[in-house]
């Protein structure tokens, strides 16, 4: 398994000199399957860039989205598949979002905000409300399961399992959230036990709070207790605050660092960052899953 990043930004895009390290992209990621198979999570801006690379390919692309803030939708009218004749695109949506989140996908597609309408696209659309699972790669060792996200307006996190290399994506997600509770933090620890890469909502620090308590996100320090408490191999800090400069992120790692050693925990912390790829390899023998990050 291979994960690439696109789009690391939570929100709005932020480019600029303060974010060339990190990016200003928003959410993307590229899971490349030792089957072959692809899995895009989101439509955030950074899929623009992603699309020119399923372009050469003739199989379905599979879009995974998490919920239909724009943040994880507005790239989609840039995705090159989309425009390519008869291309097939199974677009993966929780059975709780359902059909809102597929018009919410397409109407930014309406003539108006954007000049090619959906409607007009040469490309098949297949959407896909249940069951991912099993209509997915169950067959070829791969295992998709879902956990509802602690976020305003709902959406999914997904954990990927492939011959016991294991990848999830939670994201946008407040661990404590001051109202409505969808999943308890110690579901999520049962849920993440002893995955090997962890991307997860980090978007906030002590000093947004309680100011953006209820948005639906993370505090970065909430995050790191987490991978420990779910012995987590490596922790991928994802969806930044567009706010967050490349210093400010700098200093979030070593934070983590230190954090992660004091607890003498075997889980290692990084911020994601667009063109980061972590490659999985799961022993033929057995063992730790090896984790190469560059
Ligand atoms: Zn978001
Ligand atoms: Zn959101």
Redesign the pocket.
């Given at each position: 398994m291979i994960i690439t990043f696109y789009g690391v930004r939570?929100?709005t895009p932020a480019p600029g000199p303060l974010t060339v390290k990190y990016g200003g992209n928003t959410s993307c990621v590229h899971i490349e399957l030792e089957t072959g198979h692809d899995l895009i999570l989101d439509a955030g801006t950074g899929i623009r860039s992603l699309g020119h690379k399923p372009a050469k390919k003739s199989t379905p692309a599979s879009i995974l989205l998490?919920?239909g803030?724009w943040?994880?939708i507005q790239g989609y009218p840039f995705f090159d598949p989309i425009y390519q004749p008869d291309r097939d695109i199974h677009v993966y949506i929780s059975v709780q979002s359902g059909r809102k989140l597929l018009s919410t996908l397409f109407s930014q597609m309406d003539g108006t905000h954007f000049p090619v309408r959906a409607e007009d696209l040469p490309s098949n659309h297949f959407p896909k409300f249940k069951g991912i699972e099993s209509e997915l790669y169950e067959r070829e060792g791969i295992q998709v399961v879902k956990q509802p996200l602690n976020?305003?307006?709902g959406?999914v996190a997904y954990r990927i399992n492939e011959n016991g290399a294991s990848c999830a994506y939670v994201?946008?997600n407040e661990l404590e959230p001051p109202k409505k509770l969808t999943t308890r933090y110690d579901q999520w620890v049962n849920y993440l036990h002893g995955v090997d890469v962890l991307i997860h909502d980090a978007q906030y620090t002590e000093d947004d709070m309680p100011h953006k308590h209820g948005w639906?996100?993370s505090l970065i320090s909430q995050v790191r207790q987490l991978a420990t408490d779910a012995e987590v191999g490596t922790l991928v800090m994802f969806h930044h605050d567009p706010e967050r400069s490349d210093s400010e992120l700098d200093e979030i790692q070593i934070e983590n660092e230190k954090y992660l050693k004091s607890k003498h925990a075997p889980t290692r912390s990084v911020c994601a960052a667009e063109g980061m790829r972590i490659s999985l390899d799961k022993p033929v023998l057995g063992g730790a899953t090896r984790i190469g990050i560059d």
């Open positions: 939570g929100s998490s919920h803030h943040d994880h976020h305003p307006g959406g994201t946008d639906g996100h």
